[in-house]
């Protein structure tokens, strides 16, 4: 079998050219006569590839001086205890924006440390929105405002970022990580899993502002504390070495196609193909109000689960896989991240066509 159209959301596709100088430097990474993932993390060739991680994350994203840039593992999960551990610490407050299952489940988290309530929410609609708020929104004396910028499973995106006036504002930015420019310096922190956008999974890249560092409560793990890590040049014990080396690969990638703004016009028009087929079928119905739809997450439903059923196998027999919706759900999704090429979502609009034609 060939390479499919994988649409899953994370671990997800990779860009194939990625996979094939990954794949023509295993065994012998730059004459070195090893490969990266059996190299010391202490090596100088290890130290030169994490180097040009952080300098490819710098770049890309414009990251300001004052900034640190982490490679951590444990997840975006983790990071939901970690948040709090170290950032929650002046008058033990936070407001929290409850946009989905991501932002849920770091809002409970976090109120195991402090008194954390949810500022706005979208759950009235199941998540089919994004809220708006406003610095009135907000508490006046909390330590950070935190919220989850692109919702995975529910399909929608934040088009706005939430004015906290002077209070630090943190977003998680996993499922939408390097997917367009964003302006770093409005946050005290942002962070993401890889595994969506950026690399195989057991990385995360955090990028925080280097004043919130060195205030986690003195209770706080070593491993889940920021300072430790940023003092340490993310190596404080052994990092997920090939895990970084792909990412170094997939931002060069990100660099040579023109950067974020050449993302963003790639993934607008790759998205525009899919809604604009969805605004127009009569069998397949998308699910997030318009203006809040996501570039990287698309679900949409028939409505009658032994079609949804049919359409799921069908796809998969004919090489576009993972559409399945998250079961909170039901119905399709489609994550089209950037290495999604442009034509595996005109082939799964054809599909589509093809598929509704037969059923209607
Ligand atoms: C996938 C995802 C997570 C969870 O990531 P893990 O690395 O599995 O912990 C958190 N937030 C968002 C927005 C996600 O898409």
Redesign the pocket.
């Given at each position: 079998m060939g390479r499919v159209y994988n649409f899953s959301?994370?671990p997800s596709m990779l860009p194939e050219s990625v996979l094939n100088k990954a794949a023509a430097e295993m065994l012998d990474y730059e004459g070195t006569g090893t490969s990266v993932m059996e190299m010391s993390h202490r090596s100088k060739a290890f130290q030169g590839i994490i180097d040009s991680a952080e300098a490819l994350v710098r770049e890309i994203y414009k990251v300001p001086d004052n900034y640190k840039v982490l490679f951590l593992q444990?997840?975006?999960?983790?990071q939901f205890a970690a948040i709090p551990l170290n950032f929650m610490n002046g008058t033990g407050k936070a407001d929290y924006i409850i946009t989905g299952r991501?932002a849920n489940?770091?809002f409970k988290e976090a109120k195991k440390y402090g008194d954390v309530v949810a500022a706005a929410s979208s759950e009235d609609k199941t998540y089919t929105y994004i809220p708006k708020t406003t610095r009135e929104s907000f508490r006046d004396d909390i330590d950070y405002v935190y919220y989850?910028?692109?919702?995975?499973?529910y399909g929608t995106t934040f088009k706005y970022i939430p004015d906290t006036g002077d209070i630090p504002l943190i977003a998680?930015?996993?499922?939408c990580f390097f997917s367009e420019p964003l302006d770093i310096s409005k946050f005290a922190m942002v962070y993401?899993?890889a595994?969506?956008n950026v690399a195989p999974?057991g990385l995360?890249i955090a990028i925080i502002r280097e004043d919130m560092l060195g205030h986690a409560r003195d209770y706080t793990p070593t491993m889940l504390d920021y300072k430790i890590h940023a003092d340490n040049g993310s190596m404080y014990n052994t990092p997920p070495c090939y895990t970084i080396y792909m990412c170094k690969l997939v931002l060069e990638w990100i660099k040579s196609i023109g950067g974020l703004d050449a993302m963003k016009a790639r993934n607008e028009a790759k998205a525009k193909i899919l809604y604009d087929y969805l605004d127009s079928s009569k069998l397949f119905k998308g699910t997030v109000v318009k203006e809040d739809r996501s570039l990287m997450n698309v679900p949409f439903v028939i409505g009658d689960k032994d079609m949804e059923a049919k359409f799921i196998a069908e796809a998969t027999e004919a090489g576009f896989i993972n559409l399945k919706g998250h079961k909170t759900v039901g119905g399709m999704r489609a994550s089209i991240y950037n290495a999604m090429p442009i034509e595996g979502v005109e082939k799964l609009v054809e599909f589509m066509k093809k598929f509704e034609e037969a059923n209607s």
């Amino acid at each position: 079998m060939g390479r499919v159209y994988n649409f899953s959301a994370g671990p997800s596709m990779l860009p194939e050219s990625v996979l094939n100088k990954a794949a023509a430097e295993m065994l012998d990474y730059e004459g070195t006569g090893t490969s990266v993932m059996e190299m010391s993390h202490r090596s100088k060739a290890f130290q030169g590839i994490i180097d040009s991680a952080e300098a490819l994350v710098r770049e890309i994203y414009k990251v300001p001086d004052n900034y640190k840039v982490l490679f951590l593992q444990g997840g975006a999960s983790t990071q939901f205890a970690a948040i709090p551990l170290n950032f929650m610490n002046g008058t033990g407050k936070a407001d929290y924006i409850i946009t989905g299952r991501w932002a849920n489940q770091a809002f409970k988290e976090a109120k195991k440390y402090g008194d954390v309530v949810a500022a706005a929410s979208s759950e009235d609609k199941t998540y089919t929105y994004i809220p708006k708020t406003t610095r009135e929104s907000f508490r006046d004396d909390i330590d950070y405002v935190y919220y989850c910028m692109n919702n995975t499973i529910y399909g929608t995106t934040f088009k706005y970022i939430p004015d906290t006036g002077d209070i630090p504002l943190i977003a998680d930015v996993s499922s939408c990580f390097f997917s367009e420019p964003l302006d770093i310096s409005k946050f005290a922190m942002v962070y993401g899993g890889a595994q969506k956008n950026v690399a195989p999974a057991g990385l995360v890249i955090a990028i925080i502002r280097e004043d919130m560092l060195g205030h986690a409560r003195d209770y706080t793990p070593t491993m889940l504390d920021y300072k430790i890590h940023a003092d340490n040049g993310s190596m404080y014990n052994t990092p997920p070495c090939y895990t970084i080396y792909m990412c170094k690969l997939v931002l060069e990638w990100i660099k040579s196609i023109g950067g974020l703004d050449a993302m963003k016009a790639r993934n607008e028009a790759k998205a525009k193909i899919l809604y604009d087929y969805l605004d127009s079928s009569k069998l397949f119905k998308g699910t997030v109000v318009k203006e809040d739809r996501s570039l990287m997450n698309v679900p949409f439903v028939i409505g009658d689960k032994d079609m949804e059923a049919k359409f799921i196998a069908e796809a998969t027999e004919a090489g576009f896989i993972n559409l399945k919706g998250h079961k909170t759900v039901g119905g399709m999704r489609a994550s089209i991240y950037n290495a999604m090429p442009i034509e595996g979502v005109e082939k799964l609009v054809e599909f589509m066509k093809k598929f509704e034609e037969a059923n209607s």
